[in-house]
């Protein structure tokens, strides 16, 4: 008789079942543990004496993911059969599992306070590893010999069996740290201690701070009302300060921390953090080695939270802490939640590199990330990180700064690549669909089974002319340009010296006078709406085809009106929810398919994706699974063409 246990997980990423298979190494349990297409299944002799032990301690090893869906478990006669998926080994970009964290806080490990710990299953390995195959030749730490204790660990301990950036202080990075008058080193357990405390400290005397993670540089310090900490990112240092500051529901709490440690958009609760933020602020909790330590040092001082905005290690700060090795650095993802629905909005760090399965004889590049044909698959990652290759064809996105000199190279559209993302990962390439692709500009696609055609395109839009289009939409427009110049008198003036190359949603949020002059502004002042409807915007015209100018001229009535901006920026995405499940429905009477794919980061807001979500419930509307709703998804669908 055999145990099955089986977890939903949603991901080609192997690190849980790697922490699985490490932990059943480590009681000696034998156990299968098979990583299949949308699961993990664990599967055991029933009478086993250490399963009971196993299943209590698996609770503790293993980290929340956002990954990770509902488990179940049923006893067979029969052991079952499930295909793996294939195996490459890549590097991860992760926070720490519970048991690295353990040892990075624990005083006799020899990883006290050592932040770059990591094991195979977690950390950040991505940045230091500059080529495939993922060894430690291929790496930035290639110069640094692992000491003694960590080649008995690459040979017994199963976490680091063969770990290719194995270290620990003895034998790993050394941190400095300099105030403008003298340096401090870090390479021993003390040290490393006493430059967080010192770095702590200084954040908080409102000193600002300049660290070098292995994900970039990062300045940090103290917000206050007066701070301008709007548009950086606000880093909580203690779990239960999230329901104090932020109106959250579980699955954001869940997500923060997760071992993906994603951005998360959150409403702002207390009466404090919204003097700081608004009504809205991204949140992120402590990620890396780097940061989860002077999280800890901050949170023996008494402080909740603090701010940081990426930078480059020119940024002026009072400290500095650096190390010299160099690294390549991910975007940080962000993550957008809607009740039980989530998807990743963009970014590259916990999501690449990602094995597809099944090899092509194509390479697609989009956005400085490349798909190639590996061991029997397909390996997206950064093209820095791969040599050059065998293809019988080169799928490139239009616009990307890259010349493969290849005899049959293609050049692709983003909103092709991205519904064919999406369609790929739902396993329903060779099917009829309409697509909704809306990012800065909106398109309307069909999917005819065989290509991805463009059926309503958007109109162009010329900031730089944009008042005399308005002036010329229909009787009495001239008036309204009039009389929004009397009202604005200065943003008129600055909208009227704007150049080409500037999109919609950065000319709405400077008519709108908001701080974050793009699309994530015009989101997070939606938010703030807390009333149950909007009003008309604008939307459409003739053909069912998106005037840009209609859609300014409406919001230049509203404000001479005197309407409240939140309101404005919630009925936009109201209405362009409406707008969208009426075109869309119109082109699934025509082709008669119920599939709908939604591809591009500015469907990723709450008032847009529930008006969608509500008019439009019962088609089957498709979202990226692992793969982000805006552009990196692009890279992946371009496999497909």
């Known amino acids: 008789m055999y145990f099955i246990f089986e977890m939903a997980f949603a991901s080609d990423k192997p690190y849980m079942a790697e922490l699985i298979r490490a932990y059943a190494q480590e009681i000696n349990i034998n156990i299968d543990v098979v990583h299949s297409l949308s699961k993990i299944t664990l599967i055991a002799k029933r009478e086993d004496e250490k399963l009971e032990l196993f299943l209590k301690g698996l609770e ?11 488990s179940r478990h049923y006893f067979s006669e029969e052991k079952p059969y499930l295909e793996p998926r294939t195996t490459i080994q890549r590097p991860h970009n992760i926070s720490l599992c519970p048991s690295c964290q353990k040892e990075m806080f624990d005083v006799s490990s020899p990883r006290y306070y050592y932040p770059f710990t990591s094991c195979n299953a977690c950390g950040t390995q991505h940045p230091f590893v500059t080529a495939y195959p ?19 660990e690459l040979r017994s301990n199963p976490l680091r069996k063969e770990y290719p950036l194995i270290s620990c202080i003895e034998c790993g990075i050394t941190l400095k740290m300099n105030d403008g008058k003298s ?10 201690r006493k430059l967080f405390e010192v770095s702590a400290a200084a954040i908080a005397k409102g000193k600002r701070l300049l660290m070098k993670t292995p994900n970039g540089y990062r300045r940090f310090f103290k917000p206050t009302t007066d701070s301008k900490a709007v548009d950086t990112i606000l880093l909580i240092t203690d779990a239960k300060a999230l329901n104090t500051h932020m109106m959250m ?6 997500a923060l921390l997760s071992i993906e440690r994603p951005i998360v958009r959150i409403s702002t609760k207390s009466e404090e953090m919204k003097a700081i933020y608004g009504s809205t602020a991204l949140v992120k909790y402590p990620d890396d080695g780097m940061t989860m330590l002077l999280a800890r040092e901050l949170l023996n001082l008494g402080i909740t939270y603090v701010a940081y905005e990426v930078c480059d290690a020119s940024c002026e700060a009072d400290y500095l802490v650096d190390f010299d090795i160099p690294v390549e650095p991910q975007p940080d993802a962000k993550l957008f939640i809607n009740q039980d629905t989530h998807f990743f909005i963009g970014g590259q760090r916990g999501i690449f590199p990602v094995v597809v399965e099944g090899e092509r004889s194509v390479v697609s590049i989009a956005h400085g990330l490349a798909a190639i044909p590996h061991q029997g698959a397909m390996l997206i990652d950064t093209m820095e990180r791969f040599d050059s290759l065998q293809t019988s064809r080169v799928n490139l996105l239009e616009g990307e700064p890259f010349e493969s000199g290849h005899s049959n190279e293609y050049r692709f559209e983003p909103f092709k690549g991205a519904m064919l993302s999406v369609l790929a990962e739902h396993g329903k390439i060779g099917q009829k669909a309409i697509g909704i692709h809306f990012d800065k500009a909106l398109y309307f696609l069909y999917y005819n089974a065989k290509e991805v055609i463009n059926v309503v395109p958007p109109n162009p839009f010329e900031a730089d002319s944009m008042f005399e289009h308005i002036a010329s939409l229909r009787e009495g427009s001239d008036r ?52 149950k409807g909007g009003i008309q915007i604008d939307t459409r015209v003739e053909d069912n085809r998106f005037d840009n100018y209609a859609f300014l001229a409406s919001i230049m009535s509203y404000l001479v009106a005197g309407v409240e901006r939140n309101l404005i920026c919630y009925s936009i995405y109201e209405s362009f929810g409406d707008y969208i499940a009426e075109v869309s429905s119109q082109l699934i009477a025509k082709t008669k398919t119920k599939l709908v794919t939604l591809t591009g980061e500015t469907l990723a807001n709450q008032a847009l994706y529930a008006r969608i979500e509500r008019h439009m419930g019962m088609r ?22």
């Open 60 to 70: 503790e090893r293993l980290p929340a993911s956002v990954f990770l869906g509902q």
């Open 134 to 152: 993922y060894e430690r030749r291929n790496s930035s730490m290639k110069f640094l010999v692992p000491c003694a204790s960590c080649q008995e």
């Open 183 to 192: 340096e401090r080193y870090a390479n021993d357990k003390g040290s490393f």
């Open 249 to 254: 529901v579980t699955q954001e709490f869940n």
């Open 480 to 531: 309204l340009v009039e009389n929004y110049k009397k009202h604005y008198p200065k943003v008129y003036e600055r909208l009227s010296k704007l150049q080409g190359g500037v999109d919609l949603f950065s000319v709405t949020a400077m008519m709108l006078e908001l701080e974050e002059e793009n699309f994530e502004g015009i989101s997070a002042e939606a938010l703030s709406f807390l009333g």
């Open 620 to 641: 089957e509307l498709l979202f990226p699974q692992q793969f982000p709703i805006g552009e990196e998804c692009e890279v992946h669908g371009g496999i497909y063409l």
